[in-house]
């Protein structure tokens, strides 16, 4: 398997402008995690679905973000509009319940600058 | 809510020594995991432990969890450069898959 591919690698936008991330899992995987990674804050959940539905979007910062996962195999988080705060590495991760060890496994992650 | 602090936050040691990075919960955990982020990469999972009072090793590193199971710690013997990166603990709040990532401990190797 490929792993956890998100795109872009790299995203650089004017404040303002909307920013959409896009995450496709690891196949046969049924929990999908949308992390932030800043130095301040370091790795923040935003929120995590179970087969497709959303289960906790507590760590949402705000109403400008929204995730969608429309199928098992596709997930985008949604930056609208976006702001200079919002720029940080943004990790999609996804895990399969009935693996003994539990682990997530972490995309490449989209470096989003915001200017 | 739940906390999950990681101390030292920066370690810097000669090649050959050992480090230490210590992860306390404010809660009692069903299980903990840990993960290494190389510089520029992404975290990559190394071990989960479940048990109170576990202890498992991988080669030079060896994980530990708490009898009370609300904190954990990896110690490396005699680090190498390619064990630069940030270590992360990792607890599950609640008996949820919501995964509250530590602080991190980075960890630098001076050959």
């Known amino acids: 398997d490929a792993g956890v591919i998100q795109s872009p690698r790299h995203e650089v936008t004017e404040m303002g402008q909307e920013v959409t991330l896009r995450c496709k899992p690891i196949?046969?995987?049924?929990?999908l995690f949308w992390y932030r990674q800043t130095m301040m804050r370091g790795l923040e959940l935003l929120i995590y679905f179970n087969n497709n539905v959303p289960i906790d979007d507590s760590g949402m910062p705000e109403d400008r973000f929204s995730a969608k996962m429309p199928n098992a195999s596709f997930s985008t988080l949604k930056i609208q509009p976006s702001e200079p705060r919002d720029s940080a590495v943004y990790f999609c991760?996804?895990?399969?319940?009935?693996?003994?060890?539990?682990?997530?496994?972490f995309g490449q992650g989209t470096r989003l600058t915001v200017v | 809510g739940q906390q999950v602090m990681q101390i030292p936050q920066y370690q810097h040691v000669q090649e050959g020594e050992d480090f230490t990075t210590y992860c306390n919960s404010s809660?009692?955990?069903?299980?903990i995991q840990w993960y290494k982020q190389r510089p520029g990469g992404h975290p990559v999972f190394l071990i989960q432990l479940v048990k109170s009072g576990e202890v498992k090793k991988q080669k030079r590193l060896t994980f530990q969890f708490g009898e009370a199971k609300k904190n954990s710690s990896l110690h490396i013997t005699a680090t190498q450069t390619t064990d630069v990166g940030t270590y992360f603990c990792?607890?599950?709040?609640?008996?949820?898959?919501?995964?509250?990532f530590g602080t991190g401990t980075r960890l630098k190797v001076l050959a």
């Open positions: 196949s046969g995987h049924d929990y």
């Open positions: 991760a996804s895990s399969f319940t009935f693996r003994v060890r539990g682990e997530a496994f």
């Open positions: 809660t009692t955990l069903s299980n």
């Open positions: 990792a607890g599950p709040w609640a008996g949820t898959y919501k995964y509250i």
